[in-house]
């Protein structure tokens, strides 16, 4: 098996895997191998997250926020 040596991981990054790691029982070795596999394996192209997107939205129903919504909620927050 090949190895890989990481340089320069930002301190929130390297705590963020290693808390990953605890919580899944890991090495931090094994948590970095595992979210690289996950993040090549569910990797989607643009046109396929618009898509799955879409899908939710379909599903849920939610109306598009427009400016006017946005800012009445904003001004009923304020009152």
């Not at 929130?12 to 394996?41: D, F």
Request: charged letters at 35%; zero cysteines; proline letters at 3%.
């Amino acid at each position: 098996m090949k190895s890989l040596t990481i340089k320069g991981v930002p301190d929130v990054l390297l705590s963020e895997l290693k808390a990953r790691a605890k919580a899944n029982r890991r090495s931090l070795n094994g948590e970095v191998i595992a979210s690289l596999e996950y993040l090549v394996r569910h990797r989607r192209t643009a046109a396929e997250l618009l898509a799955h997107v879409d899908a939710i939205r379909e599903r849920v129903k939610v109306p598009y926020l427009t400016d006017e919504m946005l800012n009445e909620a904003k001004r009923a927050g304020r009152e």
